[in-house]
């Protein structure tokens, strides 16, 4: 079985910062990409940012030179660093991953549990 664990999610001011965090564990055979996805209330989820294991990234163009998505394969563990925050960037925040299972299963989509992030204006 395998888990993705967020953290990193509160309550900050707008133009202040967040660290998100999401730790991947269980029987994992190999990671090939990890990303971060929100969901406002009352819209759709949305891709904010994804990289793979060789640290290719993409950003949704609403977070493009705010947020930076970093990843340690050696730890199965993908950050968001979110910088310059907006109030519209108030969310949660889904983790997702792109895995083969030491079974042999493949995911492309795994999801975390989502972690909360509220910017206040």
């Known amino acids: 079985q395998v888990q993705l664990m967020e953290s990193g999610g509160g309550l900050v001011k707008a133009g202040g910062s967040l660290r998100l965090s999401c730790a991947a564990s269980?029987?994992?055979?190999?990671?090939?990409?990890m990303g971060w996805y929100r969901q406002a209330p009352g819209k759709q989820r949305e891709l904010v940012a994804t990289i793979t294991s060789g640290t290719s990234t993409n950003y949704a163009d609403s977070v493009k030179g705010r947020f930076t998505i970093s990843i340690d394969n050696a730890k199965n563990t993908v950050y968001l660093q979110m910088n310059s925050l907006k109030p519209e960037d108030t969310a949660a925040y889904y983790c997702?991953?792109?895995?083969?299972?030491?079974?042999?299963?493949?995911?492309?989509?795994?999801w975390g549990q989502g972690t909360q992030v509220t910017v206040s204006s």
């Open positions: 269980g029987s994992i055979a190999r990671i090939n990409a």
């Open positions: 997702n991953a792109n895995l083969i299972t030491s079974g042999g299963g493949y995911y492309p989509n795994y």
